[in-house]
């Protein structure tokens, strides 16, 4: 089912409040943005809310070099305006939250509940959680059927298929209106169940683990897994490639949240991983993680 076939007929004036301003929140950003919607970014650090600004122009640029329509940033329409703010509080007339802080139950909740006292009740509220399920942060919100959840993928101007994840309590509005935001950004959504990891990151997530185990018992180098992968199996990234774009932290998080909630020793992150978080290689954004980088991003 895509967004786009079942979007609402009318034309929503849609303004976004992005909550969290690290590598979703701004990827999210930018894909408003591109898309000529208006978007407020928050974040609750200082010195990352001062640089969302030129990542977001950074980003924007790099979707209209490799968005799909060629020159126009993810296919978008237009530039929206940007705003940034500390003050949860001050969210001001918004379409829609979408929540993308870091993938800790309690953070989610916290900045959940707090968003959710910031705007009417009826107002949509999306979670970008990796692995946590929607019924468990629906608890955390005065309206759960305001709650979905919205998988963006990495980087999110650039990928335009989600998960959409309705918990037991969405509302039918909440649905129809994620879908009308989805299309307003040209995203297409696969529905998938309320279980811990929904679909990508419930087999993604383990991979990383055993590709990043690999490495650790000295089977093959990061490099030899990687090509394997690449080389042999045709993915466009190996796994531990994609654990450096998407963050060693949040791997280990997103990990965490899945062995807690299944108990499925597959998911207790490997000695590799913890050691690499502990040392500050989290991947592309640090400049090394499994790989080295230019620069940090
Ligand atoms: N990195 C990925 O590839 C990826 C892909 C899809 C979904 N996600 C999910 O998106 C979310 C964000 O992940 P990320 O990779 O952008 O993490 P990140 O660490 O890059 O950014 C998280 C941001 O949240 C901010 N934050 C923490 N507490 C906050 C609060 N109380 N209020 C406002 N901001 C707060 C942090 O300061 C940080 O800037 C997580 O739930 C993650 O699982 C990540």
Partial sequence: MTAQAAAAPRPVAHRLAVLGAGVMGTGIATLALGHGLPVVLVDVDRAVLAQARDRVAGQLKLATMLGPSGGRAGTGVGTGELATTMDLRRLGRVSAVVESVTERPEVKAGVLAAAS???PGGTLLVSNTSAIPIDELAESVPHPADLLGVHFMNPPYLIRTVELVR?????????????????????????????????VNRILQRMVN?????????????DAVDAVFTGCLGHRTGP????????????????TVLLDRTGDEGYRPCALLLEKVAAGELGRK??????EYGGAR
């Avoid at 969405?170 to 811990?196: F, H, K």
């Avoid at 640090?286 to 790989?291: C, S």
């Fill in 117 to 119: 006292a910031a705007v």
């Fill in 167 to 199: 918990g037991r309590r969405t509302g039918d509005p909440a649905v129809a209106a994620a879908l009308s935001l989805l299309s307003a950004l040209g995203r297409e959504a696969v529905i998938v169940g309320d279980r811990p990891g929904f679909v």
């Fill in 210 to 222: 055993e590709a990043a185990r690999v490495v650790e018992e000295g089977v093959a180098t990061a």
């Fill in 240 to 255: 531990l490639g994609t654990a450096d774009i998407i963050g060693l932290d949040n791997v280990v998080d997103s990990l």
């Fill in 286 to 291: 640090t400049g090394r993680g499994f790989f």
